[in-house]
């Protein structure tokens, strides 16, 4: 079993869409939680940063972590062309330790 | 929100050339920074940790006098590919990690050995 398991998609939606994007994990010590945007031939930039369980929102975009089911989801409320890109989860157990990635799941979001 | 740079954006060079490249932050210090390679449609490879003032941990497979990593400030590590050849053709992206432990990514560096 993976440590980080993320379908990669793609996903299609039409514009002003609710799209949810998840991730599963297996390492109980995860405790920092984070998920990137990536456009093609670009960095990641960093979306939303979570410590531990909980709720986080930023402006259209909502994270939220549940240590318990070892799952963490992103929301993206009334989408545009212009979130279509790939999308990352990563985490980590503690702040000395590398992130470990999901692999990352392509969005397109139509017009 | 934190900025890193990279530079530069894309090289091409000859085989058996060294090529550098310069990631900095821009607006925090980073006592640890961190390399990456990212190959088309596939997620980051982790190559190596960079921690100021010390020795770089490389990542198992990657070889560290290939890949030198130097972190001599706060705000600047450079990775060196020494001796280059076209399957060193790459994408190399640095990150910096912040205080509360996230990583903010730098822009990216196209790398293309001929």
């Known amino acids: 079993q993976k440590e980080v398991e993320q379908d990669p998609g793609p996903l299609s939606v039409p514009e002003g869409a609710i799209v949810s994007l998840n991730c599963t994990y297996s390492n109980s010590a995860f405790q920092y939680f984070m998920w990137y945007r990536q456009y093609s031939r670009k960095g990641p930039e960093l979306l939303m940063y979570?410590?531990?369980?909980g709720n986080k929102e930023d402006g259209r975009f909502t994270a939220q972590v549940d240590k318990s089911s070892k799952y963490i989801s992103l929301f993206i409320r009334d989408s545009q062309p212009s979130d279509s890109a790939t999308y990352l989860c990563a985490m980590s157990g503690s702040g000395n330790t590398p992130l470990v990635f999901g692999k990352g799941t392509r969005l397109s979001v139509i017009a | 929100g934190a900025v890193v740079s990279q530079h530069p954006s894309r090289v091409i060079c000859k085989s058996g050339t060294s090529v550098k490249i310069e990631c900095r932050s821009l607006?925090?210090?980073?006592?640890?920074m961190f390399w990456y390679r990212q190959f088309p449609k596939q997620s980051l490879m982790l190559m190596a940790t960079s921690n100021e003032g010390s020795k770089a941990t490389y990542e198992q497979g990657v070889e560290k006098d290939k890949f030198l990593i130097n972190h001599a400030s706060l705000t600047l590590s450079t990775l060196t590919v020494t001796s280059a050849h076209p399957e060193d053709s790459s994408f190399y992206i640095c990150?910096?990690?912040?205080?509360?432990?996230?990583?903010?990514f730098g822009p990216g560096t196209r790398l293309t050995v001929t």
């Open positions: 990150s910096a990690r912040g205080a509360l432990y996230e990583q903010y």
């Open positions: 607006d925090f210090q980073a006592t640890t």
């Open positions: 979570t410590y531990s369980s």
